[in-house]
């Protein structure tokens, strides 16, 4: 079982920044791939950026490539999204997932386990 609580959203101006993290519960995190997904209202659930279980791999959105950046330190289970240039198009509540697998997935379907969310407002 691994439990995931997110941190490090809030409100920014167009053009700022936010580092999201994403702390897990469980000795075997390091062993699963991570995922960062979010979703505005209306909308469905869409995935943002994704880690291998080591980290050393890494997918994006074609949203959120060049701007968003994956990162992920095994050894305090965190798992991170900093993001860059936002726009007011990146509001959304974003949630970190993991997956019983070595390799991350665009399709929510696939992870295991979530977070709650944390919210993330980007002001015009």
């Known amino acids: 079982q691994v439990q995931l609580v997110e941190s490090g959203g809030g409100l920014v101006q167009a053009g700022g920044s936010l580092r999201l993290s994403c702390a897990a519960s469980?000795?075997?995190?390091?062993?699963?791939?991570s995922g960062w997904f979010r979703q505005a209202p209306g909308k469905e659930r869409e995935f943002a950026a994704g880690?291998?279980?080591?980290?050393?791999?890494?997918l994006y959105a074609d949203s959120a490539r060049d701007r968003f950046t994956i990162s992920r330190d095994n050894a305090k289970n965190t798992v991170y999204l900093q993001m860059n240039r936002l726009s007011p198009e990146d509001t959304a509540v974003y949630y970190c997932?993991?997956?019983?697998?070595?390799?991350?997935?665009?399709?929510?379907?696939?992870?295991?386990?979530w977070g709650q969310g944390t919210q993330v407002t980007v002001s015009s």
């Open positions: 997932a993991a997956r019983e697998s070595r390799y991350t997935h665009r399709r929510p379907s696939e992870y295991n386990y």
């Open positions: 880690a291998t279980s080591s980290g050393a791999g890494t």
């Open positions: 469980g000795r075997t995190f390091s062993t699963y791939a």
